[in-house]
């Protein structure tokens, strides 16, 4: 588990639900979806709505605390603190089995299209395919 880090926000009202959200994000080792989130809660021994989970999580995109990546192949998304470093990810389609990308491959396309008078505030890159199992299922 990662240590806490993440400073509750100014201005936003500090509830149990948002509180328990945030602490699961913080201990977070990788992306989790809303029901991950849910389970990870009720481990805890606390209870949180699902529609809640989602409200808070909507309310933390906007606030800029969380970045929500949406999965391709349908309408689940997996959410992460935004600690003002990114990742990016390759997600298997297969499984769900997600892995952080070590580099950037963005470091040296920015610099140019700031060079064409294009201010970049930020990028989020997930590449999509199939893991050593799950592709080696799919050939059989």
């Given amino acids: 588990m990662k240590e806490q880090n993440i400073k509750w926000p100014s201005g936003l009202k500090r509830t149990r639900p948002r509180q328990k959200v945030l602490s699961v994000l913080e201990h977070a080792e990788e992306p989790l979806s809303a029901m991950d989130i849910s389970t990870e809660i009720e ?13 808070i999580l909507d309310l933390f995109e906007k606030e800029g ?9 349908n309408e689940m998304a997996l959410y992460e603190l935004n600690r003002s470093r990114h990742k990016h990810y390759a997600i298997c389609l297969g499984c769900r089995k997600i892995l952080p990308m070590d580099n950037c491959p963005m470091g040296n396309f920015v610099p140019k299209i700031e060079e064409e008078d294009f201010h970049v505030v930020g990028h989020h890159i997930v590449v999509y395919g199939y893991c050593r199992e799950c592709s080696s299922k799919k050939s059989k």
Avoid: N
């Avoid at 605390?65 to 192949?73: A, N």
């Fill in 43 to 55: 481990k805890d021994g606390g209870t949180v709505w699902m529609s809640t989970i989602y409200r």
């Fill in 65 to 73: 605390i969380v970045l929500k990546i949406s999965m391709m192949d």
